[in-house]
């Protein structure tokens, strides 16, 4: 989401020097574009307000919608546990990606949430799929 904000950034200031067609200008005109600039630092504070704002979306418990012995639990602190699977876990979600850090591997999840459904699909394993109902 970071790199996504800062190439929009650059393209902004691409878009204002070339509306800034020198031809139209006079002489005794001054161009600001500083003003016309994003702050990276704003920038970098919005994507991670956004990573906060999402990631809040998966704490909580999540039963198996096969199996109700398995169960994920997402704390807010980014600790979890992943019952009848991998024990205690580390869990982050960034850029889009669900990445649940187990004691054997990262594991990277496209996840998405519809009501109390969570689907999880593997960046790593193609075609393997989870879901998961909120409790």
């Known amino acids: 989401m970071k790199r996504i904000l800062l190439g929009l950034?650059?393209?902004?200031?691409?878009?204002?020097l070339?509306?800034?067609d020198s031809?139209?200008?006079?002489?005794?005109?001054?161009?600001?574009?500083?003003s016309e600039l994003v702050d990276e630092a704003e920038v970098i504070e919005l994507a991670n307000e956004i990573d906060e704002l999402v990631s809040s979306d998966f704490v909580g418990s999540w039963i198996f919608d096969l199996d109700s012995?398995?169960?994920?639990?997402?704390?807010?602190?980014?600790?979890?546990?992943w019952i009848g699977h991998h024990g205690d876990i580390q869990w982050e979600?960034?850029?889009?990606?669900?990445r649940i850090h187990t004691s054997l591997m990262i594991e990277r999840w496209n996840p998405v949430i519809d009501g109390n459904t969570l689907t999880m699909s593997s960046l790593q394993v193609n075609g393997l799929e989870f879901t998961y109902i909120r409790q």
Not at 69 to 81: F, H, M, P, Q
């Open 69 to 81: 012995s398995y169960r994920l639990i997402l704390e807010a602190d980014g600790s979890g546990e």
């Open 9 to 16: 950034s650059a393209v902004m200031v691409i878009l204002v």
């Open 93 to 98: 979600f960034i850029n889009g990606e669900l």
């Open 23 to 34: 031809s139209e200008i006079n002489s005794d005109e001054e161009i600001n574009v500083e």
């Open 18 to 20: 070339v509306a800034c």
